[in-house]
């Protein structure tokens, strides 16, 4: 009885308090932009198994991405990008350095999940619950390397020739 | 417990309430927080002052960057003072943005920050900045907030009447406090000032495009003091003026024998008739030598050239350009007001404010209202140019600024107060006192055709008993008034790095929409770069070793290295391989007698290091950059010179793919 009560109570505060900053911030009109600057929550306890696949295509600019062949230039292209941007923190291995081993992304996760990742990490690791999860056991953001859609989609098709091998 | 609930929800209701009211702004502001310093100094966290300000650093030869209205400091711009905090004037590539024909030099003394202008208002593309003592100019790019070009000039002594910029920024100008013989003539007895000492007012081109400066001419002046310049505006456009004191041209007492006179000059100079005679091939090219360095952001490096040779025009050879206009005791300030008819110089000793017509002042040439003739250069009648003067002022007035409604503010040093006067009618409104000894002061925009009316700021030189005391050496600081009512109302006192010469204001949004964020990894033409952990490496030529490294969160590669030997010279450069904003690598290493390195994303910083014992010299990244910062580390292995010791190196790369491989 005691136990629901305060999780009501506190709800009703979450919820004022949730109202209370969007009345702030609809009146502020001020220049600072804090929506853009990544404070991940403390939200650790979520029941996510980060080497499981999952379905979700996260969020981002990337919400329905059509599969075709592998395209070896496009591959290539992509490897270059890997080597200077992303090779720093992931290997092509499943062993984990900074982030993630990359053996077998794109079986665990979907296509626009992976690509939205590269391209907004800020708001993936922010949203997302598996980008969440990966976060609190990493501890180092995903880095937002500036890599732009028609480069991520050449990791991304990197990244499957890598996985089928 | 329904009575805790019910409290609880009203407190939450109330809280709200509370919110809402704090967070919307009352449409009138004066009327309700009328009295209220506070409320108009207040930036909420998170939020974004109105203006920037540039405070000039003064002894510290650098320049602070403010908020207004808050005060805040945001960063302390390294231009001509080594920055051990950023390793500028320590790294390789940025120690040649400190030679000069003296040599390399670590200090100066920067005074005036001049913004860039486009039709006569500040465009927010530039700031330049003098340096006094070894005669110099910066240029400081505000997409960046870095040093870019720095320009020496010739022939002068004391730049302290500079860099203030023409209406479009054609050019910016320098010239000597001290004058002093002209280059190669500089060995003659003190005795011969009159004969043998010039001033140099010099006119560097600025190019439209890149901001590229260069010494387009100089014209040879009267050796006496020139001590600050504006530039016309509007109708004036076309000309330049400097004060200029000591027309006694003494060389020693100067607080005595420099103020005999009771008038010395304002200098008037038709620069834009000087660029035509100077296209005409009128200037006479003359040896000399100066240094002009600029810092490129593809190659992340600067270039040091010298330059050997200026041209001149002499000033008793060009008289239809060049005027002077007599002025009471000692003038300090130069300032022309937005309209540009009317300039306005304080004379230090003087007890009134004289204003000059520049109306009148083509009517006095065309007239030849001269008094005399002062080393070639025509004295035009004081009455034949005066518009009138502003009567009991104060004591010692120094500066002068203007609001956008026909007001113009003075600083007055001596009796350490702000006079605000009507620029038509010349009679004080408001006096407001200032904590202590103001000498320049700044309105947003203030010196442009388009002043904002809001704000003016004291630069004030003594602060006793303001703040905490912290020894014998207190801090300098500024303070904000509020000028948008009939009478300033003081609001916010702040401390400033150095002292706080001139400092310049401007509307933030004119620069925050050009705010670099990083600089693009496959940009980097440093002939040192590393783009991937790929190319990490270090390589042996003879005694010189090159570790060519990255850095990303959260490590460094190579991360060890082994066969480095005693008298080696070790480079290290440093690549941050980051391409988000606000992600700065730091990089030292034990022992190393320059400083760290702060390498920004995307840039690629070298540091010299010269092992002189044998050990293992750890280095780090001193940017706290992510959870696992403190983890990124390194050793440098130093053996005897001669040992055997073979030149190895490891990764974070590398280790990994070892322990995949067992």
Same mark, same amino acid.
């Given at each position: $009885?005691?136990?629901?009560?305060?999780?009501?109570?506190?709800?009703?505060?979450?919820?004022?308090?949730?109202?209370?900053?969007?009345?702030?911030?609809?009146?502020?009109?001020?220049?600072?932009?804090?929506?853009?600057?990544?404070?991940?929550?403390?939200?650790?306890?979520?029941?996510?198994?980060?080497?499981?696949?999952?379905?979700?295509?996260? +969020?981002?600019?990337?919400?329905?991405?059509?599969?075709?062949?592998?395209?070896?230039?496009?591959?290539?292209?992509?490897?270059?990008?890997?080597?200077?941007?992303?090779?720093?923190?992931?290997?092509?291995?499943?062993?984990?350095?900074? !982030?993630?081993?990359?053996?077998?992304?794109?079986?665990?996760?979907?296509?626009?999940?992976?690509?939205?990742?590269?391209?907004?990490?800020?708001?993936? +690791?922010?949203?997302?619950?598996?980008?969440?999860?990966?976060?609190?056991? $990493?501890?180092?953001?995903?880095?937002?390397?500036?890599?732009?859609?028609?480069?991520?989609?050449?990791?991304?098709?990197?990244?499957?020739?890598?996985?089928?091998? | 417990?329904?009575?805790?609930? =019910?409290?609880?929800?009203?407190?939450?209701?109330?809280?709200?309430?509370? !919110?809402?009211?704090?967070?919307?702004?009352?449409?009138?502001?004066?009327?309700?927080?009328?009295?209220?310093?506070?409320?108009?100094?207040?930036?909420?966290?998170?939020?974004?002052?109105?203006?920037?300000?540039?405070?000039?650093?003064?002894?510290?030869?650098?320049?602070?960057?403010?908020?207004?209205?808050?005060?805040?400091?945001?960063?302390?711009?390294?231009?001509?003072?080594? @920055?051990?905090?950023?390793?500028?004037?320590?790294?390789?590539?940025?120690?040649?943005?400190?030679?000069?024909?003296?040599?390399?030099?670590?200090?100066?003394?920067?005074?005036?920050?001049?913004?860039?202008?486009?039709?006569?208002?500040?465009?927010?593309?530039?700031?330049?900045?003098?340096?006094?003592?070894?005669?110099?100019?910066?240029?400081?790019?505000?997409?960046?907030?870095?040093?870019?070009?720095?320009?020496?000039?010739?022939?002068?002594?004391?730049?302290?009447?500079?860099?203030?910029?023409?209406?479009?920024?054609?050019?910016?100008?320098?010239?000597?406090?001290?004058?002093?013989?002209?280059?190669?003539?500089?060995?003659?007895?003190?005795?011969?000032?009159?004969?043998?000492?010039?001033? *140099? *007012?010099?006119?560097?081109? %600025?190019?439209?495009?890149?901001?590229?400066?260069?010494?387009?001419?100089?014209?040879?002046?009267?050796?006496?003091?020139? @001590?600050?310049?504006?530039?016309?505006?509007?109708?004036?456009?076309?000309? $330049?003026?400097?004060?200029?004191?000591?027309?006694?041209?003494?060389?020693?007492?100067?607080?005595?024998?420099?103020?005999?006179?009771?008038?010395?000059?304002?200098?008037?100079?038709?620069?834009?008739?000087?660029?035509?005679?100077?296209?005409?091939?009128?200037?006479?090219?003359?040896?000399?030598?100066?240094?002009?360095?600029?810092?490129?952001?593809?190659?992340?490096?600067?270039?040091?050239?010298?330059?050997?040779?200026?041209?001149?025009?002499? *000033?008793?050879? %060009?008289?239809?350009?060049?005027?002077?206009?007599?002025?009471?005791?000692?003038?300090?300030?130069?300032?022309?007001?937005?309209?540009?008819?009317?300039?306005?110089?304080?004379?230090?000793?003087?007890?009134?404010?004289?204003?000059?017509?520049?109306?009148?002042? =083509?009517?006095? +040439?065309?007239?030849?209202?001269?008094?005399?003739?002062?080393?070639?250069?025509?004295?035009?009648?004081?009455?034949?140019?005066?518009? !009138?003067?502003?009567?009991?002022?104060?004591?010692?007035?120094?500066?002068?600024?203007?609001?956008?409604?026909?007001?113009?503010?003075?600083?007055?040093?001596?009796?350490?107060?702000?006079?605000?006067?009507?620029?038509?009618?010349?009679?004080?409104?408001?006096?407001?006192?200032?904590?202590?000894?103001? !000498?320049?002061?700044?309105?947003?925009?203030?010196?442009?055709?388009?002043?904002?009316?809001?704000?003016?700021? *004291?630069?004030?030189?003594?602060?006793?008993?303001?703040?905490?005391?912290?020894?014998?050496?207190?801090?300098?600081?500024?303070?904000?008034?509020?000028?948008?009512?009939?009478?300033?109302?003081?609001?916010?006192?702040?401390?400033?790095?150095?002292?706080?010469?001139?400092?310049?204001?401007?509307?933030?949004?004119?620069?925050?929409?050009?705010?670099?964020?990083?600089?693009?990894?496959?940009?980097?033409?440093?002939?040192?770069?590393?783009?991937?952990?790929?190319?990490?490496?270090?390589?042996?030529?003879?005694?010189?070793?090159?570790?060519?490294?990255?850095?990303?969160?959260?490590?460094?590669?190579?991360?060890? +290295?082994?066969?480095?030997?005693?008298?080696?010279?070790?480079?290290?450069?440093?690549?941050?391989?980051?391409?988000?904003?606000?992600?700065?690598?730091?990089?030292?290493?034990?022992?190393?007698?320059?400083?760290?390195?702060?390498?920004?994303?995307?840039?690629?910083?070298?540091?010299?290091? =010269?092992?002189?014992? %044998?050990?293992?010299?750890?280095?780090?990244?001193?940017?706290?950059?992510?959870?696992?910062?403190?983890?990124?580390?390194?050793?440098?292995?130093?053996?005897?010179?001669?040992?055997?010791?073979?030149?190895?190196?490891?990764?974070?790369?590398?280790?990994?793919?070892?322990?995949?491989?067992?």
């Amino acid at each position: $009885m005691k136990t629901k009560w305060i999780t009501k109570t506190t709800m009703i505060i979450l919820s004022g308090l949730v109202t209370l900053a969007f009345l702030l911030q609809s009146c502020s009109g001020g220049a600072g932009d804090q929506s853009k600057a990544p404070t991940p929550s403390a939200d650790t306890n979520i029941s996510i198994d980060t080497k499981a696949h999952s379905n979700s295509k996260g +969020i981002g600019k990337f919400s329905a991405v059509k599969l075709q062949a592998i395209d070896p230039a496009q591959a290539a292209d992509g490897l270059k990008i890997f080597t200077t941007k992303c090779a720093t923190c992931h290997k092509s291995t499943e062993v984990k350095f900074v !982030g993630p081993g990359l053996k077998g992304v794109t079986e665990r996760r979907t296509p626009e999940w992976i690509l939205n990742m590269i391209t907004n990490p800020a708001e993936m +690791i922010l949203k997302d619950p598996v980008a969440k999860k990966l976060y609190s056991e $990493m501890l180092t953001p995903m880095a937002n390397q500036n890599i732009s859609d028609a480069e991520a989609l050449k990791i991304f098709e990197y990244l499957r020739q890598n996985d089928s091998k | 417990m329904k009575t805790v609930r =019910l409290i609880l929800l009203s407190l939450l209701v109330a809280s709200m309430a509370a !919110g809402t009211l704090s967070s919307c702004k009352p449409k009138k502001v004066g009327s309700v927080m009328a009295g209220d310093a506070a409320s108009k100094v207040y930036v909420a966290p998170g939020k974004y002052d109105d203006f920037y300000l540039f405070t000039s650093g003064g002894f510290s030869g650098q320049l602070g960057v403010y908020g207004l209205p808050s005060g805040r400091l945001f960063r302390n711009i390294p231009v001509f003072s080594q @920055d051990a905090q950023s390793g500028w004037g320590y790294s390789e590539e940025t120690k040649p943005m400190f030679n000069t024909s003296h040599g390399f030099v670590p200090w100066d003394d920067s005074h005036h920050p001049e913004l860039s202008k486009t039709n006569g208002e500040d465009d927010g593309r530039w700031i330049f900045i003098n340096g006094n003592n070894t005669p110099r100019i910066a240029r400081i790019d505000l997409s960046t907030f870095r040093t870019v070009d720095i320009i020496e000039l010739p022939n002068a002594g004391g730049n302290h009447a500079s860099p203030f910029c023409t209406e479009n920024t054609e050019y910016v100008v320098g010239n000597s406090r001290f004058s002093i013989p002209m280059e190669g003539k500089g060995d003659v007895p003190i005795t011969t000032f009159k004969e043998n000492f010039k001033g *140099a *007012a010099t006119f560097v081109k %600025v190019d439209k495009e890149s901001g590229n400066m260069s010494v387009a001419f100089q014209i040879i002046v009267p050796g006496f003091n020139y @001590d600050l310049a504006h530039a016309g505006k509007g109708v004036s456009r076309d000309w $330049m003026f400097f004060s200029t004191y000591n027309s006694e041209q003494a060389h020693n007492l100067l607080e005595v024998n420099a103020s005999q006179n009771d008038k010395d000059f304002v200098m008037a100079i038709n620069w834009k008739k000087a660029e035509e005679m100077i296209a005409q091939g009128k200037g006479k090219k003359i040896p000399a030598s100066f240094m002009h360095n600029t810092y490129s952001e593809k190659t992340h490096s600067a270039t040091s050239t010298e330059m050997k040779e200026v041209t001149v025009l002499y *000033a008793e050879e %060009v008289p239809e350009i060049i005027y002077y206009i007599p002025c009471p005791k000692s003038p300090h300030g130069c300032d022309v007001s937005p309209d540009g008819k009317y300039i306005v110089a304080s004379g230090k000793l003087a007890a009134t404010i004289p204003v000059f017509s520049f109306e009148k002042l =083509l009517k006095a +040439i065309e007239d030849k209202s001269y008094e005399g003739n002062v080393g070639g250069v025509n004295v035009l009648k004081y009455d034949a140019v005066l518009a !009138g003067e502003v009567p009991q002022t104060g004591l010692g007035p120094l500066h002068t600024e203007f609001d956008d409604k026909g007001f113009a503010y003075t600083s007055f040093f001596v009796s350490s107060e702000i006079v605000k006067w009507d620029l038509e009618k010349r009679v004080v409104v408001d006096r407001a006192p200032t904590y202590y000894s103001i !000498g320049h002061l700044c309105v947003p925009g203030g010196d442009t055709r388009k002043p904002s009316g809001k704000y003016v700021i *004291a630069l004030n030189k003594i602060t006793k008993d303001r703040y905490l005391p912290t020894g014998p050496e207190l801090t300098q600081s500024a303070q904000l008034f509020d000028i948008s009512g009939d009478k300033m109302q003081l609001l916010l006192d702040f401390p400033t790095i150095g002292e706080p010469h001139y400092a310049q204001a401007i509307p933030a949004e004119k620069i925050v929409k050009n705010s670099k964020k990083f600089f693009k990894i496959e940009e980097n033409t440093n002939p040192f770069v590393a783009k991937s952990e790929a190319e990490a490496k270090v390589t042996r030529t003879g005694k010189r070793v090159d570790v060519y490294m990255t850095m990303i969160r959260s490590h460094i590669n190579p991360d060890n +290295i082994e066969g480095i030997k005693v008298g080696d010279e070790v480079y290290f450069h440093i690549t941050n391989l980051e391409q988000d904003w606000d992600i700065p690598h730091g990089f030292a290493v034990k022992g190393a007698n320059t400083s760290e390195l702060l390498i920004m994303p995307g840039e690629t910083q070298t540091l010299k290091w =010269l092992p002189i014992k %044998v050990g293992m010299f750890p280095y780090y990244c001193t940017d706290f950059c992510s959870a696992l910062h403190q983890e990124m580390q390194g050793y440098a292995r130093v053996s005897p010179a001669g040992s055997a010791t073979p030149l190895i190196f490891s990764g974070g790369a590398t280790a990994v793919a070892e322990e995949v491989k067992k």
